[in-house]
């Protein structure tokens, strides 16, 4: 059974750093590649970054681009998300999620089989 957990949400003013963590048990993490998602109340859930099996691509939402960096450990099954320059407009529940085998990056949600339980940033002004 595929377990993906985010972990290291949190408040924090505006300007500030967070990173979230996605430890990932139950597949070959190695083959997937991988993407954070972040959703609010009302709203459609959206794409935030995703990185290729190998680490080697990545590819951002230009809402944090530049402002965010994901990353991964192969041998720890974990990838992250490193925020900084946080704003109020980043508040949300932060998704990862496991795209379908054999692609390299996408952004469509509905290409992603396998999904946490999400974590909430908040970020004060």
């Known amino acids: 059974q595929v377990q993906l957990v985010e972990s290291g949400g949190g408040l924090v003013q505006a300007g500030g750093s967070l990173r979230l963590s996605c430890a990932a048990s139950g597949l070959t993490f190695s083959a997937y590649a991988m993407g954070w998602f972040r959703q609010t109340p009302g709203k459609a859930r959206e794409f935030v970054a995703t990185?290729?099996?190998?680490?080697?691509?990545?590819f951002y939402s230009d809402s944090v681009k530049g402002r965010f960096t994901i990353s991964r450990d192969n041998a720890q099954n974990t990838m992250y998300l490193q925020m900084n320059s946080l704003k109020p407009d980043d508040t949300a529940v932060y998704y990862c999620a496991a795209a379908d085998r054999a692609l390299w990056l996408t952004t469509h949600l509905y290409e992603y089989h396998d999904w946490g339980q999400g974590t909430q940033v908040t970020v004060s002004s």
């Open positions: 990185i290729s099996w190998n680490g080697d691509s990545t």
